[in-house]
């Protein structure tokens, strides 16, 4: 059974710095693996979507790379914001019977202060 | 509109209660998902659709539960003699087809008093 993990559950950063946010999943056998946004109150948002056949995925500020065969994915937020404040998912689509379900880790709770 | 729309935005529930939770996914989206968010956890898969087949039904917790796409658009999620963990977000996410980008409704939250 596919497990996702995500590292820190909670971070905290001053406007401008750089951050990174980790996420692990125990089967590397994935089709894709996704980073979302989730506001308070509000659904999920894609970021990012990278293919398992990719090493990484750039919109903007943001930047995910994908290591496979490890079973990692990084999120990469340059010049944060107090707007980037959220909280941050990563998900994978696992190959399989039941290859249609994303997975998701339990997510980041990123909070950028003025 | 645009996005994914689920109604009600919030329920309550006494203990008990039937519940039916309404979700319209973008226009032309083929995938229709179900998931379920606890508080403070990542959402857990529930169900999925291709068009109007239930091709994915694992994640359903309980036989409680029942999910149907009748006509290939507006998903309905019911549950059945609600309980206190039933309670959560549900979430409603469609797709172009399956290998495409999901695209989230709200959510509808549910408290079951």
């Known amino acids: 059974k596919q497990e996702v993990t995500q590292i820190p559950a909670a971070l905290s950063v001053p406007e401008g710095e750089n951050l990174v946010l980790n996420c692990s999943f125990t089967d590397s056998a994935i089709y894709n693996l996704q980073w979302f946004r989730q506001d308070p109150g509000k659904g999920l948002t894609s970021l990012l979507l990278?293919?398992?056949?990719?090493r990484e995925q750039t919109s903007g500020r943001l930047n995910a790379s994908l290591d496979k065969s490890s079973g990692r994915s990084t999120l990469y937020i340059a010049a944060s914001q107090p707007g980037d404040s959220a909280t941050y998912l990563c998900a994978v689509r696992t190959e399989g019977t039941s290859g249609s379900r994303l997975t998701f880790g339990e997510g980041t709770q990123l909070t950028v202060n003025p | 509109g645009a996005g994914v729309s689920q109604s009600p935005r919030y329920k309550v529930a006494k203990r008990g209660q039937d519940v039916a939770l309404r979700c319209d996914p973008i226009s032309g989206h083929v995938s229709l998902f179900w998931y379920q968010q606890a508080l403070g956890q990542g959402p857990e898969f529930l169900t999925y659709?291709?068009?109007?087949?239930?091709?994915?039904k694992s994640g359903l917790p309980s036989d409680r539960f029942f999910a149907e796409r009748p006509e290939g658009s507006v998903s309905t999620l019911k549950i059945q003699r609600t309980q206190q963990e039933d309670s959560a977000v549900y979430l409603c996410?469609?797709?172009?087809?399956?290998?495409?980008?999901?695209?989230f409704g709200a959510g509808t939250r549910l408290s079951v008093l």
């Open positions: 659709f291709q068009n109007e087949a239930q091709l994915d």
């Open positions: 990278i293919q398992s056949s990719q």
């Open positions: 996410a469609s797709s172009l087809a399956r290998d495409n980008i999901q695209y």
